[in-house]
């Protein structure tokens, strides 16, 4: 299995920016899709961004196109979330979460593994 830490989350100025970054341990990062996940109080755990395993498809969430970047580091076994343009609704804890296999999803149930989740909070 895989071991997932997430990491930068914090309170931000709307219109600022926050990079999150997931740690993943083991040997075998490279054989899970990963992706980004986020739920607000009230609100279900939604997606919000993914990447594939070698890193050449990446899907997002409309909320955050055009804002957020999903990017991984093979070397580093690392899987960032580059969060610009920050809003308010944005607002929310962040989760990491992988799956092994070769098709992304962008779904949560799909996902067997996650991380512990980091909050970002983004003031008005």
């Known amino acids: 299995q895989v071991q997932l830490v997430e990491s930068g989350g914090g309170l931000v100025q709307a219109g600022g920016s926050l990079r999150l970054s997931c740690a993943a341990s083991?040997?075998?990062?490279?054989?899970?899709?990963m992706g980004w996940f986020r739920q607000a109080p009230g609100k279900e755990r939604e997606f919000v961004a993914v990447?594939?395993?070698?890193?050449?498809?990446?899907y997002y969430a409309d909320s955050v196109k055009g804002r957020f970047t999903i990017s991984r580091d093979s070397a580093k076994n690392t899987v960032n979330l580059q969060m610009n343009s920050l809003k308010p609704e944005d607002t929310a804890v962040y989760y990491c979460?992988?799956?092994?296999?070769?098709?992304?999803?962008?779904?949560?149930?799909?996902?067997?593994?996650w991380g512990q989740g980091t909050q970002v909070t983004v003031s008005s």
């Open positions: 979460a992988a799956r092994l296999g070769l098709v992304v999803h962008t779904t949560p149930a799909q996902y067997r593994y």
């Open positions: 083991g040997r075998t990062f490279s054989d899970y899709g």
């Open positions: 990447i594939s395993r070698n890193g050449g498809t990446t």
